[in-house]
């Protein structure tokens, strides 16, 4: 299923974050070059709902909204900050209730932020066999920024080139999924 549309979703449980701003610009970019709209979540959208809920059908009409926009997104760009070396467990808990098939062939881009560079592999460790789990296409470069990677709100060019590098692999993705299929012709 499909709705014309690049999702990001972060993991962060406060607000204002910097992981959900890098996941917004990283989203946006990815729409423009995919020539989709884009819309991006955090865990917040949530609601008070998410701790107690046990099924999708536990959420209330607006988070389950949210985890279907989720799930029918023609890409998804996700992102989280590093807790105690992972992702959150509020993001575990939303990514728990989806259906194993949910994600089956979503092309993603993987990011994370987090206060240093010790924890920089997060994104290879705990992200990337999470979205393994659910046999999505995840991009070959993830991407992990810690707060020195920002100055004034805007990433080094170090971090820019790996989300150009991601967004080119995710974008090449995104346009096969949305290809006719030419075996379909024959
Ligand atoms: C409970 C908690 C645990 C954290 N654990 C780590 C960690 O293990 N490694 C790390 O680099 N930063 C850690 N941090 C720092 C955050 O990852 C970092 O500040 C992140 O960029 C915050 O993102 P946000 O603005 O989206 O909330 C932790 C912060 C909190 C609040």
Do not use: C, W
């Not at 972060?10 to 729409?31: D, M």
């Not at 996700?78 to 062939?105: C, E, M, N, Q, W």
């Not at 004034?152 to 590098?165: L, W």
């Amino acid at each position: 299923m499909s709705n014309d549309l690049i999702v990001g979703f972060s993991g962060n449980i406060t607000r204002p974050s910097s992981t959900k701003r890098f996941v917004e610009s990283v989203t946006a970019s990815l729409a423009e070059r995919a020539g989709l709209d884009h819309a991006v979540f955090d865990v917040e959208d949530f609601g008070p709902a998410l701790a107690t809920a046990r099924s999708i059908a536990d959420l209330d009409t607006k988070a389950q909204a949210v985890i279907r926009t989720i799930i029918e997104a023609d890409a998804l760009v996700i992102g989280s900050p590093t807790y105690k070396g992972s992702y959150t467990g509020l993001f575990k808990h939303v990514i728990d209730l989806l259906d194993p098939a949910d994600l089956r062939g979503k092309p993603i881009i993987l990011t994370a932020t987090g206060g240093g560079d010790r924890h920089a592999l997060m994104v290879e460790h705990q992200l990337r066999p999470l979205f393994a789990f659910f046999e999505a296409f995840v991009v070959p470069t993830a991407v992990y920024a810690s707060s020195r990677d920002f100055t004034d709100g805007a990433p080094s060019p170090a971090i820019t080139g790996r989300v150009e590098q991601a967004l080119t692999q995710a974008a090449a993705l995104v346009r096969t999924r949305s290809a006719p299929t030419a075996i379909a012709a024959e």
